[in-house]
Nanobody
Framework: QVQLVESGGGMVQAGGSLRLSCAAS????????MGWYRQAPGKQRDFLAL???????NYADSVKGRFTISRDNAKNTLYLQMNSLTPEDTAVYYC?????????????WGQGTQVTVSS
């Protein structure tokens, strides 16, 4: 089994910054693509950014230029640096990882971390 645990959420004023972390643990042989998503109240879960095992990144237009995704493969940890936050960024943020274990390749989600941006 694999666990993803997010941290770093909280409350911040508009224009501020936060850095989210997502630590993966368990039966991990390797981690392929890792990504961040968010879900605001009453809305669907939206893609924000992803990073491949080789470091290639992709961003949603809504966060391009403000958010930076990165990963530490040695620590099996994913990060999201969020700058110039606005109230529209308020949501629960989830990390996602495609993990290769000894037996199979599966998709995992973290439990989410709340980000609240006040105006």
């Amino acid at each position: 089994q694999v666990q993803l645990v997010e941290s770093g959420g909280g409350m911040v004023q508009a224009g501020g910054s936060l850095r989210l972390s997502c630590a993966a643990s368990g039966s991990i042989s390797s981690i392929n693509t890792m990504g961040w998503y968010r879900q605001a109240p009453g809305k669907q879960r939206d893609f924000l950014a992803l990073v491949t095992s080789s470091g290639i990144t992709n961003y949603a237009d809504s966060v391009k230029g403000r958010f930076t995704i990165s990963r530490d493969n040695a620590k099996n940890t994913l990060y999201l640096q969020m700058n110039s936050l606005t109230p529209e960024d308020t949501a629960v943020y989830y990390c996602n990882a495609r993990v290769q274990s000894a037996l199979n390749l599966n998709n995992y989600w973290g439990q989410g971390t709340q980000v609240t941006v006040s105006s």
